[in-house]
């Protein structure tokens, strides 16, 4: 198993920016994949950013130009550089690990709540 750790959610501002970050500890192993899922009120959960462990990074079209998925293999951390947020951003921000390869995992953190108002 895997476990997460988030950080960093808050509220802010439209136009401000937040720092999501999320530490990975347990069995790890290389060829994964770490991402960004966000839940909304009365919503799905929707992907925001995924970046694998070769640093091949994807993002939903709604946050392109304006955050930065990063991760630090060494540290097992991954990092959500969210800027010029806008009231839609607001959710609750989970955290993933995911191996398709065996051993398969699939893990999500806790949550982290972002709000931004207008």
């Known amino acids: 198993q895997v476990q997460l750790v988030e950080s960093g959610g808050g509220s802010v501002q439209a136009g401000g920016s937040l720092r999501l970050s999320c530490a990975a500890s347990g069995n790890i192993f290389s060829f994964n994949a770490m991402g960004w899922y966000r839940q909304a009120p009365g919503k799905q959960r929707e992907l925001v950013a995924r970046?694998?462990?070769?640093?091949?990074?994807t993002y939903a079209d709604s946050v392109k130009g304006r955050f930065t998925i990063s991760r630090d293999n060494a540290k097992n951390t991954v990092y959500l550089q969210m800027n010029s947020l806008e009231p839609e951003d607001t959710a609750v921000y989970y955290c993933n690990y995911n191996r398709v390869l065996a051993p398969r995992i699939d893990s999500w953190g806790q949550g982290t709540q972002v709000t931004v108002s207008s």
């Open positions: 970046i694998t462990s070769g640093g091949y990074a």
